[in-house]
């Protein structure tokens, strides 16, 4: 699980403007995952309820995007592959259409059309039997968001062909991030956090007028924490493949797949993204495993007010160019 190695530093219940400033949180299961909300505000009761609206935002949003709920547009969109276009709502179809700007962005690493191969592999730990090349290559050939067709005045999304497949697990979970986050800040919440499985959104600062920090921890020596970070207004998100691997030939393959080659990517074990919103911050890490440590940092000290930090499977730490990791293990 990712939030295994990040770690966060909250100092609780101080005096501001006059009036005590509590830190609430609290730990929930959403979308097969946990999250952790915190937040600061003067009155436990009403911070508590803004947690109870927070999780009801977080089941809107896996109905809509979930491929697993049969109901959901997302699961419209795929049945209609290859059929008609599908109507959507404004939001699905702007989601859709930020998702694959970034795809565009990073050249098809990152895709939301990969999850039309998601049925070759099963990212149990153990040991497979590789499926055959013709399987894996003939996979890929339904993946391209290139393929996708949308119409903004219809705000119809149609994929063209049968068989061609969208999924939201690398980007839904930072989207739901910066929702919770606008929904609180809607409700006057000056500072909080969002935690959704290890994708952080942040904003304000802890009643002291301190940052949030977050510590990274090493996935390869996770007692010890190597570097901590500020979060001013940001989000931070981490990729990480501890759980979710297969092995093949005795390689370990982490669970994003590669959508040019079809097969699941090797030699990241990690990648942090920081950005200005948790769904950017999400869809980037995903991204950087495609991509790997020298491809992906590149890129990455292209982009203005983005920063990484990835782990090879040597354990070595490698930085985009405004990040100075104060210790390395
Ligand atoms: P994350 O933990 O955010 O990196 O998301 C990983 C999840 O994203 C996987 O479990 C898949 O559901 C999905 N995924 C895998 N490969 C890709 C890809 N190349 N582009 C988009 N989504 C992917
Ligand atoms: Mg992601």
């Known amino acids: 699980m990712k939030q295994i190695y990040i770690l966060l530093v909250i100092t609780v219940l101080l005096v501001n403007d006059g ?18 909300i915190t937040l600061v505000h003067e009155s ?15 089941d809107r949003i896996e109905r809509l995007i979930s491929s697993w709920d049969k109901n959901s547009q997302t699961s419209m969109v795929n049945r209609m592959a290859g059929i008609r276009p599908q109507i959507v709502s404004k939001e699905l179809f702007d989601l859709i259409a930020r998702a694959n700007a970034i795809a565009r962005l990073t050249d098809g690493a990152f895709d939301l059309s990969y999850a039309s191969v998601d049925k070759l592999w099963s990212f149990t ?18 993946i391209g968001f290139d393929k996708i067709m949308m119409d903004a005045k219809k705000q119809t999304v149609f994929l063209p062909e049968k068989g061609m497949k969208i999924g939201f697990g690398a980007i839904g979970k930072g989207y739901a991030a910066d929702r919770v986050k606008a929904m609180l800040l809607e409700n006057g919440v000056k500072a909080g956090i969002v935690n959704a499985s290890g994708d952080m959104s942040a904003w ?44 093949m030939e005795g390689k370990r393959y982490g669970h994003i797949i590669n959508p040019k080659t079809g097969y699941p990517s090797q030699g990241v074990v ?5 950005a200005p919103k948790a769904e950017l911050a999400d869809a980037l890490a995903t991204a950087l495993f495609v991509m790997g440590t020298e491809t992906g940092i590149n890129f990455i000290d292209q982009l203005p007010n ?24």
């Open 125 to 142: 730990g153990e040991e497979i039997q590789p499926p055959s090349a013709t399987m894996v290559h003939a996979s890929v050939a339904k």
């Open 270 to 274: 990690s990648c942090t993204v920081f």
């Open 204 to 247: 304000g600062t802890q009643p002291d007028g301190t940052s949030w920090q977050i510590g990274l921890v090493n996935p390869l020596n996770k007692n010890k924490v190597f570097s901590w970070f500020p979060l001013n207004n940001t989000a931070v998100v981490t990729s990480g493949d501890y759980e979710r691997f297969l092995l």
């Open 306 to 329: 983005v920063e990484a930090l990835m782990i090879n499977d040597k354990g070595k730490i490698i930085t985009s160019k405004n990040i100075a990791v104060d210790e390395i293990n």
């Open 19 to 36: 009036y005590a400033q509590e830190v609430i949180q609290r730990k929930f299961e959403k979308m097969g995952s946990s999250f952790e």
């Open 44 to 58: 436990p009761i009403h911070g508590q309820q803004l947690i109870d609206e927070s999780t009801a935002e977080i």
